[in-house]
């Protein structure tokens, strides 16, 4: 069914590892396609925070992604439109994708998941989520304070002004903390929602973009599994798992393996807002695709470095240890910000100097391009478990 | 005299205007070339705030300098030397200039003379000059609050550390409301040091690095030639004008009029902490070879992009009119940052995006290294008029 829907798009997976779920893949979209595992970058404002999408891409940066929830309120969907959609406002020519705004505004309503997925405080000033119904989510603006509907059918709409190539459902993000018999609910009316989001894809479809269909059910085991069939069953063109994942990284290997277990098999799979060196490791052997994570620029704004070997996948460039340590951040990444010394890093984080971060955003983009050429390379030797020795240690 | 002390270093004057004093130069240093008139681009802390060195580089910049008084402070002479000087640091290949120290001691001291050059308020905060005599200033470091010394020998052997091209002796920058007695009396003493400069840089010279004597004397025109006089018959390699050049524009015509009309004819000339468009037209008329000033990166910080022939020499992202405006920084500035569309720009500011800061710089300098190519490219044809009427409005 997906190549009538899905004209321009494509997923293949081109070999299978004989000793996990771990796959490569190779996903095609109108703006050029990616080798799967990848991992897309947040340029959540339309913007990767302190470097242009040229700069990324120069690092090794396959697809980004942006948030429809942040751009439906500044700048607005009608004028990222009028400057000609997301590619050619922010000067990317790769493939992109957008959320359904969903996310945010949940968790700015429960707090809770924000924390659990993204590692973020919520001291509840952002309480933002005024209502949801079936028909949607009513918020009220960060800008100005005005109320704000996010339907199913709007998201889809602000999506295809946004123009990216691949879309996501609406879907309700529940809270860590809620019980099933809440969870279960939520989910379906997801499910409703996905309907929706594709009935009213197909309506406008020009065959620029595709949708993900998301999978809920929080951390019920039996709720994955109808998620995951619900999706399969539905002309979604990809997979996404969202929500809860649980508290700790046995519970995520379990949630995600029953997502996977009963997910299209042919499908991409997307794992929303999970990045870490560790989680990679451990999903992409469940067989996922596609990550997304804030965290290397995030930290990068905090001083750290990532780095292959490193204790915790990361060094703290405030640590009095570099102050006049000439070894290069990484020598062997090949990209001039890696190569500058780690005294010189020292110097530029203590100093408050917004270099530092510019720096450390593109050798931790470099670096994570790296972790994922180098996993599938280990997928196609079947080396996974030797390479994840180098990284973490 | 200047070909023993400054083996490695020349200035070739190649060509004198018709019309006005202007010139056409080069500038050799251990570090490769200079066409003259060029602009330094500020690397205050051995950072160019948003951007690397090298992709200043990219931009067309030809020599940056950093402020010794900054790195004397942190990380220390010592550490910069560790990590192999200041060109190593910061991946800096090309010529580059370091200032005494001395600005910054007694821009805290006096707060006007600040105002004055660099359009900065000065609320009383800083005031960390805790005395000046002949032997030097001393003042209380901001990084823990310890009292420092800084003498001519010191920042010389500060400088020598640092490992920049073209270095500065230290002098006394007196506040714009001071007297002529105290002016006098002052630039006295800035020779005096001058001269201990001078013969602490022979005691150790290694022929890397040139010594730049600074030209005092304040509005007083007859003080200007005496500081004119004495830097001409000192063995300095170049000439740097420093002190308050007045209160209008056309008080900085005649008071740097007056410098050059004294100061050694063969020597380059550099005007201390002065580069807005109209300033650079202005005193390249009178001969200044190089300019420097922070102004292209600082008003990046605050939205703003400097452009040929709009009113004020910039424009105001923030401006509404530039929300769903399509038309790049400056189509026909060849380099990506100059590519985005005024639109995206006035989005990023507006949404307090790092990016905005790092694509404005990166388009400010590209847009002062393009003047100060046409300006020479309008020297050698006699044109220069004709420019300015192009670039101010």
């Known amino acids: 069914m997906s190549e009538t829907t899905y004209p321009n798009f494509s997923f293949e997976i081109k070999h299978k590892s004989p000793s996990s779920h771990a796959r490569l893949g190779r996903l095609l979209t109108p703006h050029g396609a990616i080798d799967t595992p990848n991992y897309i970058f947040c340029g959540t404002k339309a913007a990767l925070r302190s470097m242009t999408a040229a700069q990324a891409k120069s690092l090794g940066a396959d697809i980004i992604l942006s948030n429809t929830y942040h751009l439906m309120i500044q700048p607005g969907a009608d004028v990222v439109e009028k400057l000609g959609g997301l590619h050619a406002m922010m000067g990317w020519d790769g493939p992109m994708l957008t959320?359904?705004?969903?996310?945010?505004?949940?968790?700015?309503?429960?707090?809770?998941?924000?924390?659990?997925?993204?590692?973020?405080?919520?001291d509840g000033r952002d309480k933002m989520l005024l209502n949801i119904s079936e028909e949607g989510a009513v918020f009220k603006s960060y800008m100005g304070g005005g109320e704000i509907t996010l339907t199913p059918e709007s998201s889809m709409q602000i999506q295809r002004k946004l123009g990216a190539d691949l879309i996501v459902q609406l879907d309700e993000c529940t809270a860590f903390h809620v019980d099933k018999d809440y969870t279960a609910?939520?989910?379906?009316?997801?499910?409703?929602?996905?309907?929706?989001?594709?009935?009213?894809?197909?309506?406008?479809?020009?065959?620029?973009?595709?949708?993900?269909?998301?999978?809920?059910?929080?951390?019920?085991q039996d709720l994955r599994q109808e998620s995951a069939e619900y999706t399969r069953d539905r002309d979604f063109f990809g997979t996404a798992i969202g929500g809860s994942l649980g508290g700790s990284r046995a519970q995520m290997v379990d949630v995600v393996g029953v997502c996977m277990q009963y997910a299209h098999p042919d499908r991409p799979v997307h794992l929303l807002g999970i990045g870490g060196i560790?989680?990679?490791?451990?999903?992409v052997r469940l067989g996922i695709d596609t990550f997304d994570c804030v965290s290397p620029t995030r930290i990068a704004r905090h001083g750290w470095a990532l780095s292959k070997g490193a204790p915790r996948e990361r060094l703290n460039m405030r640590n009095a240890r570099f102050r006049d340590d000439t070894t290069p951040l990484a020598a062997d990444q090949d990209n001039p910000a890696s190569q500058f010394s780690r005294g010189y890093l020292h110097h530029l984080v203590k100093a408050h100097e917004p270099l530092a971060i510019h720096i450390l955003?593109?050798?931790?983009?470099?670096?994570?391009?790296?972790?994922?050429?180098?996993?599938?390379?280990?997928?196609?030797?079947d080396t996974l478990d030797q390479l994840e020795k180098e990284w973490i240690v």
Chains 1, 2 share one sequence.
């Open 185 to 220: 609910k939520s989910m379906r009316m997801s499910h409703r929602w996905g309907d929706r989001s594709l009935a009213e894809f197909k309506r406008t479809n020009d065959g620029k973009q595709a949708v993900y269909g998301i999978m809920q059910g929080g951390v019920y």
């Open 278 to 283: 560790q989680d990679v490791f451990d999903n």
């Open 99 to 122: 959320d359904s705004g969903g996310f945010q505004i949940f968790s700015m309503g429960h707090g809770t998941i924000a924390d659990e997925i993204k590692g973020r405080r919520n």
């Open 361 to 381: 955003s593109m050798h931790n983009v470099a670096t994570i391009t790296r972790l994922m050429r180098e996993i599938r390379a280990a997928i196609a030797t």
